[in-house]
Structures are given as C-alpha cells and as structure tokens.
C-alpha cells in the first residue's frame, strides 16, 4: 500500500510531517504523538486502580476527553492530507487509529444504565492506543511480515494440537470418575489444555492410576511441542531479515545471487553488480590509457 499526499500545498506539507520522519517537523510531530499515547495509557491503567479512580477519576476524565480530542483532530488531518484516505483506513494502522477514539465517542451515545459493562468494556478498548507505537518501531513491519508468512503452518500446529487435546480429554472423560472433575468432555479438554502447557493449576487432577500415567504423557508431549510454533515463527524472522537485507539479483558474471543490496560488487568473482550503470573501474582504467598516450608529434 503506498500511501500519496492530496493536492500540491498545504495538504502535502501535512503529509510529510504526519506520515514521514527524515524532517525536524516530523521527528518533532513523532516524539509529541509517542508522549501522547503513553500519558494516554498510564492514564487508563491508573484509572483502573480503584484508589486511584476515587482520588483522581475526574483528573483522568479530563485527561482522557483531551487526547480523545487531539486524537480525533490528528486523525481527521491524516485523511485530510491523503489522495485516497480510505487506503489508510482499511490499513493496520487506519484501524487501530480508529480503535483509539472510537470507544470514547461510543459511550456517548449509549444511553441508560443497563449499558454499564458494555461502556466499561468500550473504556478497557482505549488501551489499544498503545499498538499505536508499533508506528515508530522499525522491525515491526518485520514482524508482521513474518507472522503473515506462518500463519499457514501455525494454523495447521493449532488445529493439530486442538485433535490432540480433544483426544485425550475424552480418553480422560472415560477413565477418570466425576468426582475427579471429569464431568464432560469440554471441561476435559480445558484439564488437557492446562496440561499440555505444564501451566498444572491443580483444580482437576486424575485419580486413578491410569489417569496420571496418561497426564505424565501429555506433559512430555507438550514439552516436545511446545517449541515448534517458536521454531516456525523464528525461521520466518530469519526470511524477512533476509529479504530485507540481501538482494535476489544473480551477478553477471558467475550467477551468484543472495548479495547484499547495498554491495557494489560480487563476493565471490569482483563483477560490478549494477547493469544499468558503467563499472568506475573501467571509467578510472580508460582515462588511465587517455593520460598514457603520447602526444602527436609533427613530422
């Protein structure tokens, strides 16, 4: 997704503060907007300690309308300064932006006291504001990128490991009595589950003989398995350092790929790697031969 300003002026000048960093106004406009969201989420995770609330709620009341204001001003400048601002909003980015005022402005619009949880929960969502930071953190679209590219094979690991647990929550089911905590298959599975991460919370524990035979078992199998999603995940990592770094172009002159984008030159044969430019070498080694040649004499 590229993302281009709207028409030459002031639009344009707002696109390169908001959404660019290699000026003073721009690291200026970046360095305000991360001090933003992080007085934002101190400001939410103290207001959910109750002494604090009793103490302080109307100061955080009033904290929380600022930036929800500054927000929602800053966000209507981002589509403002956009040539298709519905690219942005469809983004990662444009969604989370969205999440960070929305709840605000939704409690509003609730009416009656029937809908306390609900505007409690909405006020528990303005913590998304702090997946704002990833904005300004360089190997976050590393990141992303490499969860995108294993979110085949972790899927399958999920839908595999779910069998797994299910098998042996009903196994668990047949042998183990109710008194145990067994008493269906569902909250078997939540014993397998627990199990299986060796977590162990101890509020359902087999009794038979059997029952702990097949529980040691599982525990094994969960510290076999544990790390193939990390294994995957990390090796996806690897990829996108990789495709970040070295470049996919082969050398003209031994065929060796994987260079480093920014060389200049072959590892293994020394072949200037930029066709679409002349080798300095061979400009320095002419206008040697130019300097060597004698002059015309005449006869």
């Known amino acids: 997704m590229e993302l281009t300003p709207g028409a030459e002026?002031?639009?344009?000048?707002?696109?390169?503060?908001?959404?660019?960093?290699?000026?003073?106004?721009?690291?200026?406009?970046?360095?305000?907007?991360?001090?933003?969201?992080?007085?934002?989420?101190?400001?939410?995770?103290?207001?959910?300690?109750?002494?604090?609330?009793?103490?302080?709620?109307?100061?955080?009341?009033?904290?929380?309308?600022?930036?929800?204001?500054?927000?929602?001003?800053?966000?209507?400048v981002r589509i403002y300064c956009l040539e298709r601002p519905s690219l942005y909003l469809k983004s990662f980015y444009g969604i989370v932006d969205i999440l960070a005022i929305l709840p605000a402005w939704l409690v509003l619009v609730i009416p009656g006291s029937q809908g306390l949880v609900i505007i409690r929960l909405l006020r528990v969502l303005r913590i998304f504001r702090i997946l704002r930071l990833m904005e300004f953190v360089g190997e976050a679209q590393?990141?992303?990128?490499?969860?995108?590219?294993?979110?085949?094979?972790?899927?399958?690991?999920?839908?595999?490991?779910?069998?797994?647990?299910?098998?042996?929550?009903?196994?668990?089911?047949?042998?183990?009595?109710?008194?145990?905590?067994?008493?269906?298959?569902?909250?078997?599975?939540?014993?397998?589950?627990?199990?299986m991460t060796t977590v162990g919370y101890g509020d359902i524990v087999p009794v038979t003989a059997l029952g702990q035979a097949i529980t040691m078992l599982l525990m094994l199998l969960g510290y076999s398995i544990i790390a193939v999603p990390t294994g995957v995940f990390s090796?996806?990592?690897?990829?996108?350092?990789?495709?970040?770094?070295?470049?996919?172009?082969?050398?003209?002159?031994?065929?060796?790929?994987?260079?480093?984008?920014?060389?200049?030159?072959c590892l293994l044969c020394g072949t200037w790697l930029d066709e679409n430019s002349e080798d300095p070498r061979l400009a320095q080694d002419k206008d040697a031969d130019t300097d060597d040649t004698p002059p015309a004499t005449d006869t």
């Open 142 to 195: 590393l990141l992303l990128d490499a969860v995108k590219r294993s979110t085949h094979q972790i899927l399958l690991f999920f839908l595999s490991i779910l069998m797994v647990v299910t098998l042996f929550a009903a196994l668990m089911y047949t042998i183990e009595p109710d008194s145990a905590g067994f008493s269906s298959i569902p909250r078997s599975i939540y014993w397998a589950i627990v199990s």
């Open 235 to 265: 090796a996806q990592v690897i990829r996108s350092i990789r495709a970040e770094r070295y470049s996919d172009e082969a050398c003209p002159g031994c065929g060796h790929d994987h260079h480093e984008k920014r060389a200049y030159y």
């Open 9 to 76: 002026g002031l639009r344009t000048r707002l696109f390169h503060i908001i959404f660019e960093s290699d000026t003073p106004a721009a690291k200026g406009f970046d360095i305000a907007l991360i001090a933003t969201i992080l007085l934002g989420t101190a400001a939410i995770l103290l207001d959910s300690v109750l002494v604090y609330h009793h103490r302080f709620g109307t100061l955080f009341s009033y904290v929380e309308w600022t930036l929800t204001v500054l927000f929602t001003l800053e966000l209507a």
